[in-house]
């Protein structure tokens, strides 16, 4: 069927509106007509290539819509669902079935390689081209898709699909990172870099987990301020002096947990040296490969630390998104800050408006 589709066409280059061909859903997929899809930093960084995902692409992988037709063999939903999607996984692997699917053995090849196992691609432009498909199973950047079913979360009709869309990646991530890798107690200290869509997540998480000190650091000071709003007992301008120190000094000696969100050597460095005797940091933060970050082993190994690398809040997100939705649903989970709206067609307002910081997760809508 003839679709249309925000394609990434090279390397560095804004995405581009253009009507492609989509097949039918194979065994296993499902046709999602989309309503609404979350732009996540990661989008940004395999438009730029950071990661090799064939261009062009459709990227988006923070999408949510209704069931419009299912392949053969699927089973968990049908025509007309509301469905949130999130990231592929095999289902088969001793990690997907221990109850860790972000660590799937397949997790690259599905989610990243553009193309389903069999090597096809759910999209053909005009000339006959394949355009990679199934970018975290999904490739939402289009007004259809076929998504594996192993992506679906089947939401309630009621619930609104453009506000939960950034379930699927951000928000899971940062959320999961400290609920369920973390895993807070109540009264523990909580220190988190990088107030963006990601940070944000972790901070509501905390304050779900009754930390009792949360401490968010960032250099923007619209980001820090939203941060302390939103629960943060502290906020920390990384550039206004050692923001090693000041985490010191409020946590009465170093923090209990930490996360580092940006990816940024010297905040690992930072995370490390700020967390207290037996502390659990928390990396989430992408970079390109073959970035290394340096850890004080002289010092650390006194101090006991854990440190935990985490991929998509390491959730099963058949159950922990629907677990945020209650969250959200009492009031204690109030993500709907961080969003704001753009049309489908000014969807590279909404990379822009997230890279310079003024908006924490643009959400278009289809
Ligand atoms: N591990 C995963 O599964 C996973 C999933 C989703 C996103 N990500 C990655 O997580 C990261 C965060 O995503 P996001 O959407 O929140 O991005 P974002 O750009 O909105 O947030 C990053 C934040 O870090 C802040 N920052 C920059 N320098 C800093 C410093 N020196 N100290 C403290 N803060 C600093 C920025 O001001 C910004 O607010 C990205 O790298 C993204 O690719 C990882
Ligand atoms: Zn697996
Ligand atoms: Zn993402």
């Known amino acids: 069927m003839r679709i249309t589709a925000a394609v990434a066409p090279a390397e560095g280059e804004p995405l581009a509106m253009q009507e492609l061909e989509l097949d039918d859903p194979r065994p296993g997929e499902v046709r999602v ?3 609404a899809s979350g732009i996540c930093h990661t989008d940004a960084i395999v438009r730029d290539q950071w990661y090799p995902v064939p261009l062009p692409a459709v990227l988006g992988h923070e999408g949510a819509g209704v069931v419009e ?6 089973s968990r939903v049908g025509v007309g669902d509301h469905v949130v999607l999130s990231f592929a996984s095999c289902g088969e692997c001793d990690l997907c079935l221990t109850g860790h699917p972000a660590y799937c053995a397949t997790f690259y090849d599905l989610n990243f390689s553009g193309r389903r196992p069999d090597g096809s691609a759910a999209y053909t432009a005009d000339g006959g081209d394949d355009v990679s498909s199934h ?5 939402s950047f289009a007004t259809h898709a076929n998504v594996y079913e192993r992506c679906l979360v089947k939401v309630p009709e009621s619930a609104p699909l453009d506000l939960l ?5 951000g ?6 990172a400290i609920l369920n890798r973390l895993d807070p107690p109540a009264g523990s200290s909580v220190v988190v870099f990088g107030a963006g869509a990601v940070g944000m997540a972790a901070l509501l998480a905390a304050v779900v987990a009754e930390a009792g000190t949360v401490v968010a650091v960032d250099p923007v000071a619209s980001r820090r ?6 629960g943060a007992t502290h906020a920390v301008d990384p550039h206004d002096g050692d923001p090693v120190e000041r985490i010191r000094e409020i946590t009465g000696g170093g923090a209990d947990y930490a996360l580092d ?34 850890v004080d082993i002289g010092t650390t190994l006194l101090s006991g630390q854990t440190l935990h690398m985490v991929i ?30 753009y049309a489908f067609d000014d969807i590279n307002t909404g990379f822009a408006d997230s890279e310079s910081g003024e908006v924490l997760k643009p959400v278009v809508r289809y």
Do not use: N
Not at 135 to 139: E, K, L, R, T
Not at 225 to 230: C, G, H, M, N, Q
């Open 33 to 35: 007509r989309m309503v």
């Open 69 to 74: 037709a299912v392949g053969d063999g699927v």
């Open 135 to 139: 970018f975290f199973g999904q490739s």
């Open 165 to 169: 869309a950034p379930l699927g990646c």
């Open 171 to 176: 928000i899971q991530t940062g959320a999961g």
């Open 225 to 230: 301020d939203l941060a302390l709003e939103l």
């Open 261 to 294: 969100t940006t990816g940024v050597p010297a905040v690992f460095r930072q995370l490390s040296d700020c967390l207290g005797t037996l502390g659990h940091g928390a990396m989430v933060g992408a970079t390109t490969p073959g970035t290394e970050g340096t």
């Open 312 to 341: 998509e809040g390491d959730a099963v997100p058949q159950t922990f998104i629907p677990r945020l939705i209650g969250l959200y649903e009492q009031g204690r989970f109030p993500f709907d800050r961080l969003v704001k709206h």
